[in-house]
């Protein structure tokens, strides 16, 4: 049996949380962060997972940080194939 070879996606320090909810509490003290320096009827894209997107917008809300008005569907039309390679491609991004 061949196993396939795993590569990492390592960015860095800055890139690695010790749990799901310090990574979410730096996601959402970003995002007050950008309201605070964006004009009043400014406007912020944010990407994330497709498992995240409604619950992050729906979590924005409640916290008064941002209300999400109309998710963008970025289409890939020649996206990169999954790190792991143990999966489909993602072929689009909220």
Wanted: proline fraction near 4%; glycine fraction near 6%; hydrophobic fraction near 35%.
């Amino acid at each position: 049996m061949k196993l396939e070879k795993v590569v990492k996606a390592d960015f860095g320090d800055w890139d690695k949380w010790e749990t799901e909810e310090e990574y979410l509490d730096f996601v959402f003290d970003v995002c007050r962060e950008y309201k605070r320096i964006l004009k009043p009827n400014g406007s912020l894209v944010l990407f994330f997972s497709y498992q995240y997107a409604g619950w992050i917008g729906y979590e924005l809300k409640k916290r008064g940080i941002f209300s999400l008005r109309v998710p963008i569907i970025f289409e890939k039309t020649n996206p990169l194939p999954q790190i792991r390679k143990n999966g489909f491609r993602s072929c689009y991004e909220m």
